[in-house]
């Protein structure tokens, strides 16, 4: 949707992979009200362009789903990027064998030309993965509004991983739609993507991990486009319009010692098998499962510590782990800049960012691009060296 500006590089990278063998499927997509709209017309005269651009190609397959022209855009119920993304997958599914795989792209991610063939060795390399979330990385546009939320927004989903990955969770990932892969086979296992308006690829990434062990380690990056976007309803572009006005109240930097009380209850699962004992969490997941016998009826079904451990983990997924961090957090009142601060010497003391910056007068807000540059770089290496470390999430 609207990516005319974008297609080109898009399809750029994709004429230069060094893997050959592949079909592009591209839904170009708006609501249908949008043509009477004269706010929206221009979103899709862009789509129409982006239409007329696909045909033109050559060089590959292209199959076009076109819920963009007139009279066949989205209806008022069902629309969005979550229905998009599933109506494309849905259309390989139909035709694809269950051996071949579906690589998740978006209209404004680059990558290098190498990128489809590491996805391809990926899956050999480790047969019963089902999944890949591949690393990602924002280049700067050279716009400061732009770059400066964008940097935040990405210190944010780092140090957010980063606790996952150092407490070993088993949803320690981070979904964006341009930057997973899968089996066609587990794509069909699952049910296929649930169409969420936003976040489907948080919730489709979320349904592959408790399905089977998914990649986090990958040889490759994508490069997703930093920029203002209001086509979804959280996510990237969303984050940054409220974090540019000022508003990062949903993108806080939490205390790190939340993600250790997940990591205390995780560890108390195999414990609860033989009866009920508190854990830090117990409070929260009694109040949000409206029960005071979570555990109970998981025994009931599942008769093995080992399977009733991992009835424990699809109970209190990554869903309910983000909610309870944020549930947590809205007890406490310490600041951003403490916390990260705080996370920093507590868990990687000495380190050369500790240094590198004047704590006592840094601002998200305020400071110089390159202070806060060098600690989204900073914080990219560190997740990377946990994902090197850990390489595939099984659980």
């Given at each position: 949707m609207d990516e005319l500006e974008?297609?080109?590089?898009?399809?750029?990278?994709?004429?230069?992979?060094?893997?050959?063998?592949f079909e592009l499927f591209v839904c170009v997509n708006q609501p249908d009200t949008w043509w009477d709209d004269k706010d929206t017309i221009k979103v899709c005269e862009g789509n129409a362009a982006t239409i007329s651009a696909l045909k033109r190609i050559s060089d590959f397959p292209v199959h076009i789903i076109d819920k963009s022209s007139k009279g066949r855009g989205w209806d008022e119920k069902n629309y969005g990027v979550g229905w998009a993304r599933k109506t494309v997958m849905d259309a390989i599914d139909s035709v694809a064998d269950k051996n071949d795989i579906i690589l998740s792209l978006d209209g404004d991610t680059t990558f290098d030309p190498g990128y489809f063939l590491s996805i391809i060795e990926g899956f050999a390399k480790h047969s019963k993965v089902n999944a890949i979330s591949v690393p990602y990385y924002h280049p700067l546009s050279g716009h400061l509004d732009?770059?400066?939320?964008i940097l935040r927004y990405e210190i944010y989903m780092r140090y957010y991983a980063l606790n996952l990955l150092r407490i070993n969770n088993p949803y320690a990932f981070s979904a964006l739609g341009s930057a997973i892969a899968c089996k066609v086979s587990a794509y069909r296992a699952i049910g296929g993507l649930t169409p969420h308006k936003s976040g489907e690829d948080f919730y489709f990434l979320q349904k592959l991990r408790k399905y089977g062990p998914i990649i986090i380690h990958h040889t490759q990056k994508v490069y997703p486009a930093a920029r203002f976007s209001d086509r979804v309803f959280f996510g990237t572009g969303p984050a940054m319009i409220k974090g540019a006005g000022g508003d990062w109240l949903s993108y806080p930097i939490y205390k790190y010692e939340l993600f250790d009380e997940v990591k205390a209850t995780f560890d108390?699962?195999?414990?609860?098998?033989?009866k009920d004992t508190e854990t830090p969490m117990s409070g929260f997941l009694n109040e949000k499962f409206k029960t005071d016998s979570i555990w109970q009826p998981l025994r009931k079904n599942f008769k093995t510590t080992d399977k009733f451990v991992r009835a424990c983990q699809h109970k209190v997924d990554g869903l309910r782990i983000l909610q309870y961090i944020k549930w947590g957090q809205g007890q406490r009142k310490d600041g951003d800049v403490e916390n990260l601060l705080q996370f920093l010497r507590n868990h990687y003391s000495g380190d050369p960012l500790i240094l590198a910056v004047d704590w006592g007068n840094f601002s998200f807000e305020l400071s110089d691009l390159e202070i806060l540059k060098t600690i989204r770089n900073s914080l990219a290496e560190k997740e990377e060296v946990w994902q090197q470390k850990i390489k595939i999430l099984n659980g």
């Open positions: 974008y297609i080109s590089p898009l399809l750029d990278c994709i004429k230069q992979q060094a893997y050959k063998s732009a770059d400066r939320a108390a699962f195999p414990d609860l098998f033989e």
